[in-house]
């Protein structure tokens, strides 16, 4: 159980081109999900945190604009790199937590997208 | 905010060695901790986890003790395989109630036959 899919695995796009990554949870429902993004040999720098049916909230440092969140259902979130540029280029990663009742704090990850802008 | 130190790698071991990678945490009360492994190329996923002091998380082999005297939560394992190269993130809470995590930078383990 708690699969997380992400799609595409990987994408190579021109630059100034926009990308989408879609994030699923497969057999839960996840009121929160959580796109990071992990430059090589480094940690996750988390980017925002996704609520179903509700504006994402940004950390600081990322720019929200260039980086759009959807969280269409309780399965579904997708992060939009728009206008994308080279400096763009990394792993992203989303994760997501567990829906129902009660806190909790176990995070499923998804396989992740490398992007690539050329 | 709560934090996470990491043993910083590249760890490198043979096959059958014993693995210890330490981490060590700035919390406030007693928050679930998290060890996470990254393959190569793919996402984290959950190793293994313990919500409470003295508590063990297992799996796969692989065992760490929440230990609230020292703050830390050392991932352990007794015989580690080619198949265990990966990297480690000890992870915890950011702050009490939330749902986000702050993560250690990483430690790279790579086994040798």
């Known amino acids: 159980g708690a699969v997380v899919s992400q799609h595409p695995s990987r994408v190579i796009c021109k630059s100034g081109t926009s990308v989408k990554i879609e994030c699923r949870s497969l057999?839960?429902?996840?009121?929160?999900m959580f796109w990071y993004r992990q430059f090589p040999k480094q940690s996750l720098m988390l980017m925002a945190t996704?609520?179903?049916?509700?504006?994402?909230?940004?950390e600081q440092g990322v720019e929200k604009d260039k980086f759009l969140i959807n969280h269409a259902s309780l399965t579904l979130s997708t992060l939009t790199v728009t206008s994308a540029h080279p400096e763009d280029s990394s792993f992203y990663i989303c994760?997501?937590?567990?829906?129902?009742?009660?806190?909790?704090?176990?995070?499923?990850f998804g396989p992740g997208t490398r992007l690539t802008v050329l | 905010g709560n934090s996470v130190t990491q043993m910083e790698g590249p760890v490198t071991l043979s096959e059958e060695a014993f693995l210890t990678i330490n981490c060590t945490y700035t919390?406030?009360?007693?928050?679930?901790l998290f060890w996470y492994v990254q393959y190569p190329g793919e996402g984290l996923q959950l190793l293994l986890k313990?919500?409470?002091?003295?508590d063990k998380g297992s799996n796969k082999g692989f065992e760490a003790t929440y230990r609230k005297e020292t703050t830390s939560f050392h991932l352990e394992k007794g015989s580690v395989q080619v198949s265990d190269s990966a990297v480690y993130f000890c992870?915890?809470?950011?702050?009490?109630?939330?749902?986000?995590?702050?993560f250690g930078k990483g430690t790279k383990l790579t086994v040798n036959p």
């Open positions: 992870a915890l809470p950011t702050q009490g109630g939330s749902e986000k995590l702050v």
């Open positions: 313990a919500t409470k002091a003295d």
């Open positions: 057999d839960f429902q996840a009121t929160t």
């Open positions: 994760s997501a937590i567990s829906g129902g009742l009660g806190y909790t704090d176990t995070q499923y």
């Open positions: 996704s609520n179903e049916g509700s504006k994402a909230t940004y």
């Open positions: 919390a406030t009360g007693y928050p679930s």
